[in-house]
């Protein structure tokens, strides 16, 4: 299994300002992601964090929204930019090292006021 | 419609019971995974299925993926108020795996005493 932490594990923030969300692994993983989940919701994928380059975003999420930084193969950020109610959600990290496996962070509460 | 869809939505046993949820993809299945939740907490992963007709299981909870229905069943023997929470089932679609988990809606699950 992965240890992984994230931090804060929740915040009130003022909408038009900016959050920055760490994912922190124990060990050395192939693949990071970030997933969204609205209240009521179930995760919706937001990007793929690769290493060392660019983050691949799904459709409907945009980099100058999500900046995503992964500058080693345990760490990346996740930034929610220029911030509104409807950003309010839990922001979840995932990671995988080996196929069978993907495991989730405890994940980030947002609130957006 | 829906690419993952699970039925049912909620669900409520006496302790005891025996219950199954039900995913069901529509799309090619590379890969099917079963996550817990609990309210407020981040997922818990149960187990990965690939290959059709695979069965495995976790403690009293067993899934069993029917490659051809593209469908997955979770399976609680003898449930506990402890199985109580929410069961997501993600899929990776396609024919490699790219680790980006499409999930259903959820089955949330309550036991009685």
């Known amino acids: 299994s992965a240890v992984i932490s994230q931090k804060p594990s929740r915040d009130i923030c003022q909408r038009g300002t900016s959050l920055t969300i760490q994912c922190q692994v124990d060990?050395?993983?192939?693949?990071m992601f970030w997933y969204r989940q609205q209240p009521g919701q179930s995760l919706t994928l937001i990007a793929t964090a690769n290493q060392g380059s660019e983050a691949t975003y799904e459709s409907g999420f945009v980099i100058d929204k999500f900046p995503i930084s992964r500058p080693n193969l345990t760490f990346s950020t996740l930034t929610v930019s220029n911030m509104s109610p409807e950003d309010s959600s839990i922001y979840l990290c995932s990671v995988a090292r080996i196929v069978e496996t993907q495991y989730f962070g405890p994940g980030t509460r947002l609130l957006v006021l | 419609s829906q690419e993952l869809e699970q039925s049912p939505q909620s669900l409520i046993v006496q302790e005891g019971k025996n219950l199954t949820i039900n995913c069901t993809s529509s799309k090619t299945l590379y890969g099917l995974y079963w996550y817990k939740q609990k309210y407020g907490e981040g997922l818990i992963f149960l187990m990965m299925l690939q290959k059709g007709g695979e069965e495995k299981s976790h403690e009293k909870i067993t899934a069993k993926l029917d490659e051809k229905k593209q469908q997955s069943s979770l399976h609680i023997t003898a449930s506990q108020p402890s199985h109580a929470g929410i069961y997501l089932c993600g899929a990776v679609h396609g024919s490699s795996n790219t680790g980006k988990l499409i999930f259903g809606q959820g089955t949330t699950l309550q036991v009685k005493p």
């Open positions: 060990s050395q993983v192939t693949m």
